[in-house]
């Protein structure tokens, strides 16, 4: 079983619309989680970190629930610009983070 | 800002060849790694290190291996390039355990 796991989308929304992404995560021992964005053959950006209370920037709010290990994002006014990849991240404290496969977005004019 | 740096953004060699991929990043982090990504496979983790001179293995060594001499750079050697290596490859940096990683550009790498 992959560790972090995300629906590949694609997600297709109007302007303006709420779109909402889950991810899972099996290994419950996983203590730091991020929303990484990635655009069309471009490098992954830190979109945001995701904290145990739950965070918002802007537009997004992240959310954590340890009790059903998952994490999601959430994105208000949907924008054009918003179409890209999202990647689900987990660390579990080891050196190296697990990244789920990303979910596609598109907004749509 | 952090700057992470990768020598090429495309690259273009042949079967059998010996390939060199740099990576330099500029915040004096101790953490480094080489990825490679691949349509609906993801992001997979080829070596990272934690520190000069040490390494380690992750999900997809084989035919592949890294250099750290100095903090800064981490160098992915292919040492007999095949064609099931034409990738993104991507390398990345931290400083503190969990905190984000940071990404180079890419290096969309051909082999021919």
Known sequence: RKEVEQDPGPFNVPEGATVAFNCTYSNSASQSFFWYRQDCRKEPKLLMSVYSSGNEDGRFTAQLNRASQYISLLIRDSKLSDSATYLCVCSNSGYALNFGKGTSLLVTP | ?112
């Open chain 2, 1 to 112: 800002d952090v700057k992470v740096t990768q020598s090429s953004r495309y690259l273009v060699k042949r079967t059998g060849e010996k390939v060199f991929l740099e990576c330099v990043q500029d915040m004096d982090h101790e953490n480094m790694f080489w990825y490679r990504q691949d349509p609906g496979l993801g992001l997979r983790l080829i070596y990272f290190s934690y520190d000069v001179k040490m390494k380690e293995k992750g999900d997809i060594p084989e035919g592949y291996s890294v250099s750290r001499e100095k903090k800064e750079r981490f160098s992915l050697i292919l040492e007999s390039a095949s064609t099931n290596q034409t990738s993104m490859y991507l390398c990345a940096s931290y400083g503190q355990i969990d905190q984000p990683q940071h990404f180079g550009d890419g290096t969309r790498l051909s082999i021919l």
